[in-house]
């Protein structure tokens, strides 16, 4: 069993930036790719970026590209999402999850076994 705790959501005006954290915890979560998806009312969960086990790859979405990044420091079992230039379309709530098979990257919802809670985001324009 994998558990993960996403914290860093708030508020801000667009154009500012956030970093989000998500810490991972269960034995085999050092071992797992973590995504980041986001999810607003009325629409499908959708891709935001990944990383994967050992942090050597990463992927991202086009919306997102050049404004976010992920990165992963298995020393804290933590992975983060540093948002910067955020827009309006931006807003959502964010979730991470760890991956259903060990070392895979991926970036579909349906191959993530564990989620986190969620943490609001929001940005004002």
């Known amino acids: 069993q994998v558990q993960l705790v996403e914290s860093g959501g708030g508020l801000v005006q667009a154009g500012n930036s956030l970093r989000l954290s998500c810490v991972a915890s269960?034995?085999?979560?050092?071992?797992?790719?973590i995504g980041w998806f986001r999810q607003v009312p009325g629409k499908e969960r959708e891709f935001v970026a990944s990383?994967?086990?050992?942090?050597?790859?990463?992927n991202y979405a086009d919306s997102v590209k050049g404004r976010f990044t992920i990165s992963r420091d298995n020393g804290k079992n933590t992975v983060f999402l540093q948002m910067n230039a955020l827009k309006p379309e931006d807003t959502a709530v964010y979730y991470c999850?760890?991956?259903?098979?060990?070392?895979?990257?991926?970036?579909?919802?349906?191959?993530?076994?564990?989620w986190g809670q969620g943490t609001q985001v929001t940005v004002s324009s």
């Open positions: 999850a760890a991956t259903r098979s060990l070392w895979s990257i991926r970036t579909s919802p349906d191959d993530y076994a564990y």
């Open positions: 990383v994967s086990a050992p942090a050597t790859n990463t």
């Open positions: 269960g034995s085999s979560s050092s071992f797992r790719a």
